[in-house]
């Protein structure tokens, strides 16, 4: 497991933890490579996400932009980092937040100009609310300028006040960067490793392992919720890598479901959509398990058709495949299955129980960055690229109507419904985590039970509280 080295260093009265000389070296090569890409004309401004209230002064945990960490490894609200290629001796410029005596007592020591300079590698910074005054020494003439506009609304009506709306002083073209971020996060490499990518999966895997083994009838999905969230608060993580799904019975069938509030019974399933952040990496990982702890025959049938859907996905991963081959394979699977079970009379009709897409992009945000097209055709998979693979079936009770609306008898759709009356509300997603490698795939999440005989086997140990 690899592990995120902090050093914890005593900075004033206050506690700060700041990036290791090892990740400082992470984070300079992200700067310097995508300087390569902008050119020595141009320059890149990236600002922090603002803070947001919760409710009346109650403030929402606080998560920096996910770009400006990737560059810069900087937590801080009210921050903007600059970086500018053409200036050998300011290539990376950092604003941040100005401490008062007050956010002294209240939050500890802020990183300061110092600490921007000594912790953070910047070759000179200044306070947020000088942004305005030092732009035209940002900027130094005519020249392209990388910002994306939508993400700090203060730090737009800078950047629209001095360059769009007083154009007469001068010409700046504004190019949104990205696009170019995006290439660099796309293909993950040993920095990503080192900054916590790997534990964060690890993590996850440890929480999923932990929740299955403790499920069983009677228990509310909020219990299950709790055994993830303590996982990965005991290991480290921070937050959830995004808000989680345990859905029981018909909420099984729900993709987003987030109430997480229902007592989960006997014969059910129990969908766990849940993953933990860590190093600002987010994991994403769906298992699907019986809540009594033994797969009923009608469970076991959709479990496996996804299984064996996700496999042959999974096993076909290598450089040079057309991703969207991926969803081909997985589909061919699921339409074959359906038609076989009688839930459809023609194959193109199995999207009625599948719902979404089958992949996605993975890292610094649990959708991450990057095209999935080039030039009008599917990407090709390259190494170091990660993803999910994610097939799902989900037999809700308003698939009859949506057969009748794609021109089904009636006739055919009393004979479906009889079929799927023991299938009703049975809802199996099954969701790994995938990494390209040079000569094939690794299965990044392979530590938890997949198998229908695997899962049952953990489940009959005991769980957490139960030893």
Request: glycine fraction near 8%.
């Given at each position: 497991?690899?592990?995120?080295?902090?050093?914890?260093?005593?900075?004033?009265?206050?506690?700060?933890?700041?990036?290791?000389?090892?990740?400082?070296?992470?984070?300079?090569?992200?700067?310097?490579?995508?300087?390569?890409?902008?050119?020595?004309?141009?320059?890149?401004?990236?600002?922090?996400?603002?803070?947001?209230?919760?409710?009346?002064?109650?403030?929402?945990?606080?998560?920096?932009?996910?770009?400006?960490?990737y560059l810069t490894g900087f937590?801080?609200?009210?921050?903007?980092?600059?970086?500018?290629?053409?200036?050998?001796?300011?290539?990376?410029?950092?604003?941040?937040?100005?401490?008062?005596?007050?956010?002294?007592?209240?939050?500890?020591?802020?990183?300061?100009?110092?600490?921007?300079?000594?912790?953070?590698?910047a070759d000179t910074a200044f306070?947020?609310?000088?942004?305005?005054?030092?732009?035209?020494?940002?900027?130094?003439?005519?020249?392209?300028?990388?910002?994306?506009?939508?993400?700090?609304?203060?730090?737009?009506?800078?950047?629209?006040?001095?360059?769009?709306?007083?154009?007469?002083?001068?010409?700046?073209?504004?190019?949104?960067?990205?696009?170019?971020?995006?290439?660099?996060?796309?293909?993950?490499?040993?920095?990503?490793?080192?900054?916590?990518?790997?534990?964060?999966?690890?993590?996850?895997?440890?929480?999923?392992?932990?929740?299955?083994?403790?499920?069983?009838?009677?228990?509310?999905?909020?219990?299950?919720?709790?055994?993830?969230?303590?996982?990965?608060?005991?290991?480290?993580?921070?937050?959830?890598?995004?808000?989680?799904?345990?859905?029981?019975?018909?909420?099984?069938?729900?993709?987003?479901?987030?109430?997480?509030?229902?007592?989960?019974?006997?014969?059910?399933?129990?969908?766990?959509?849940?993953?933990?952040?860590?190093?600002?990496?987010?994991?994403?990982?769906?298992?699907?398990?019986?809540?009594?702890?033994?797969?009923?025959?009608?469970?076991?049938?959709?479990?496996?058709?996804?299984?064996?859907?996700?496999?042959?996905?999974?096993?076909?991963?290598?450089?040079?495949?057309?991703?969207?081959?991926?969803?081909?394979?997985?589909?061919?699977?699921?339409?074959?299955?359906?038609?076989?079970?009688?839930?459809?009379?023609?194959?193109?009709?199995?999207?009625?129980?599948?719902?979404?897409?089958?992949?996605?992009?993975?890292?610094?945000?649990?959708?991450?960055?990057?095209?999935?097209?080039?030039?009008?055709?599917?990407?090709?998979?390259?190494?170091?690229?990660?993803?999910?693979?994610?097939?799902?079936?989900?037999?809700?009770?308003?698939?009859?109507?949506?057969?009748?609306?794609?021109?089904?008898?009636?006739?055919?759709?009393?004979?479906?419904?009889?079929?799927?009356?023991?299938?009703?509300?049975?809802?199996?997603?099954?969701?790994?985590?995938?990494?390209?490698?040079?000569?094939?795939?690794?299965?990044?999440?392979?530590?938890?039970?997949?198998?229908?005989?695997?899962?049952?086997?953990?489940?009959?140990?005991?769980?957490?509280?139960?030893?």
């Amino acid at each position: 497991m690899i592990r995120v080295v902090f050093l914890l260093l005593l900075w004033g009265a206050g506690l700060l933890a700041q990036p290791s000389p090892e990740l400082q070296a992470v984070f300079h090569q992200r700067r310097e490579a995508l300087m390569a890409r902008l050119g020595p004309g141009a320059l890149a401004v990236f600002p922090s996400r603002p803070v947001h209230l919760r409710n009346l002064d109650v403030e929402y945990p606080y998560r920096q932009e996910s770009n400006l960490y990737y560059l810069t490894g900087f937590e801080e609200p009210d921050a903007i980092a600059v970086l500018r290629p053409f200036d050998a001796r300011y290539r990376f410029v950092l604003f941040v937040a100005r401490q008062s005596p007050r956010s002294r007592f209240y939050e500890g020591d802020y990183a300061g100009l110092e600490g921007a300079r000594r912790f953070f590698g910047a070759d000179t910074a200044f306070y947020f609310d000088q942004f305005k005054d030092q732009l035209g020494w940002v900027m130094q003439g005519e020249r392209t300028l990388y910002y994306t506009f939508g993400i700090n609304p203060e730090v737009d009506r800078i950047i629209a006040g001095q360059l769009v709306e007083r154009r007469s002083r001068s010409n700046y073209p504004i190019v949104d960067p990205q696009p170019l971020v995006a290439e660099l996060r796309l293909i993950k490499n040993e920095g990503d490793w080192k900054a916590g990518f790997q534990k964060a999966i690890d993590i996850s895997v440890a929480a999923h392992i932990e929740a299955i083994r403790a499920i069983h009838p009677g228990m509310g999905e909020n219990e299950v919720q709790a055994i993830f969230q303590y996982v990965y608060r005991k290991n480290g993580s921070p937050r959830d890598a995004y808000p989680p799904i345990i859905g029981s019975g018909p909420n099984s069938c729900i993709l987003h479901y987030g109430k997480n509030n229902r007592v989960m019974q006997a014969g059910e399933v129990v969908l766990m959509d849940c993953a933990a952040e860590y190093g600002y990496y987010a994991a994403d990982i769906t298992r699907t398990v019986p809540v009594n702890g033994r797969f009923s025959k009608a469970q076991k049938t959709i479990y496996n058709l996804v299984l064996k859907a996700q496999e042959a996905a999974i096993q076909a991963v290598r450089p040079g495949l057309v991703k969207a081959r991926l969803d081909t394979l997985i589909e061919d699977v699921l339409s074959n299955g359906l038609l076989e079970l009688g839930f459809i009379r023609r194959k193109e009709d199995f999207s009625v129980y599948t719902l979404h897409k089958y992949a996605h992009w993975l890292g610094l945000d649990v959708h991450d960055v990057g095209g999935y097209t080039r030039n009008g055709r599917s990407i090709v998979l390259q190494p170091g690229m990660v993803f999910t693979v994610e097939p799902g079936i989900y037999v809700r009770p308003d698939v009859i109507d949506r057969l009748r609306a794609r021109g089904y008898s009636e006739e055919a759709l009393q004979e479906i419904a009889r079929r799927i009356e023991p299938y009703l509300n049975i809802g199996v997603r099954i969701e790994d985590d995938v990494l390209v490698t040079e000569n094939g795939h690794r299965v990044l999440t392979a530590g938890v039970p997949r198998t229908v005989e695997a899962i049952e086997q953990l489940m009959a140990q005991p769980g957490l509280g139960e030893e």
